[in-house]
């Protein structure tokens, strides 16, 4: 295969992972790429749609957050195979399968997307850094700029080091949405049952499971996954593909279910916070953040919030 032909090439293969030991150390030689494409699943475009959902129907719609998941987590792992055993990302395979028009219509609705994810990202690090430091939109916007050049720093550094960064920022909003639900102390019986109860309140909630859904699964993170698994050396033989692919798959449960913890959070900490209190109108990620102090009682709430605003937008916009 020509240099040129294959995805990033630049770090394409450069991760070993035909090494010794046990399951746990060559499960970490693989896990990476995942976590890249799960930032995609907690990006501001899902804070609104899980906001306004917990805000207006409680855990009603938990539901349609972790099926939303289990579609993501099939997809992913489909573009993971495409891109282990075909050495092919998404792109590359539909450029080499589909004829011209189709392509172009795909090209169309990926810029598209790519604008759309884009646009998101940008104005959630703004809204992030206004929240945090009082700065008016434009700056956020404009100091936003610096995250491609971030990206591309990281990129020269190794993939692992991109890797590493994404990973603590992760872990950096995990955290906070985990005291922000402890100080909400929600109703785990309501939790509960909004993950089994099947149900659509009315014609308004379904609009918003719709946009759950479509916030949730993203076709961007399918060209983008088949492509980053290709960092990752794999023995072309029977036995090392099918250990890539299975390793891949526990990389992107890991992952995927991490985005799932998040999302949840959202939406529980609005269905805990503001739903309880009568705020059903609650969507814009302003209002939440000015909300929160007096209705949890803690100065340091709303800052939270705004902290896993930025490093969940920081994260998007680099990938």
């Not at 072309?236 to 449960?253: H, W």
């Amino acid at each position: 295969m020509k240099h040129e032909d294959v995805s990033l090439s630049e770090v394409h293969g450069t991760v070993e992972t035909n090494i010794k030991g046990g399951f746990w150390k060559r499960l970490f030689a693989f896990m990476g790429p995942a976590y890249l494409v799960s930032i995609g699943y907690m990006d501001p475009g899902n804070w609104a749609t899980d906001l306004a959902g917990g805000s207006r129907f409680g855990y009603a719609l938990l539901w349609v957050l972790l099926m939303s998941n289990l579609i993501a987590l099939l997809l992913q792992s489909l573009s993971a195979r495409l891109g282990v055993v075909a050495q092919r990302d998404l792109a590359q395979a539909s450029r080499e399968l589909y004829p011209g028009p189709v392509n172009m219509f795909l090209y169309i609705l990926a810029e598209i997307a790519i604008a759309a994810c884009d646009l998101a990202e940008v104005l959630g690090m703004a809204i992030g850094l206004q929240l945090l430091f009082g700065l008016p939109l434009v700056w956020g916007v404009s100091i936003s700029i610096l995250d491609a050049f971030l990206l591309l720093f990281l990129m020269n550094l190794g993939i692992r080091k991109l890797e590493v960064f994404i990973l603590g920022l992760i872990g950096v909003i995990g955290g906070a949405f985990l005291v922000q639900m402890i100080l909400a102390k929600p109703d785990l019986g309501q939790v509960a049952s909004g993950f089994i109860t099947l149900s659509i309140p009315n014609a308004e909630a379904l609009f918003i499971a719709i946009g759950i859904i479509g916030a949730t699964v993203m076709p961007h993170n399918l060209y983008l996954h088949s492509a980053l698994v290709q960092t990752r050396k794999v023995e072309r033989t029977d036995q090392g593909i099918r250990r890539a692919i299975r390793y891949n798959i526990i990389d992107s449960v890991i992952a995927l279910n991490l985005a799932l913890f998040v999302n949840s959070a959202i939406l529980i900490l609005a269905a805990a916070v503001f739903f309880k209190n009568g705020y059903n109108g609650v969507s814009e990620i302003q209002d939440a953040h000015r909300l929160l102090e007096p209705l949890l009682g803690k100065s340091y709430a709303p800052v939270l919030f705004a902290v896993c605003l930025l490093y969940t937008s920081d994260a998007a916009d680099d990938m």
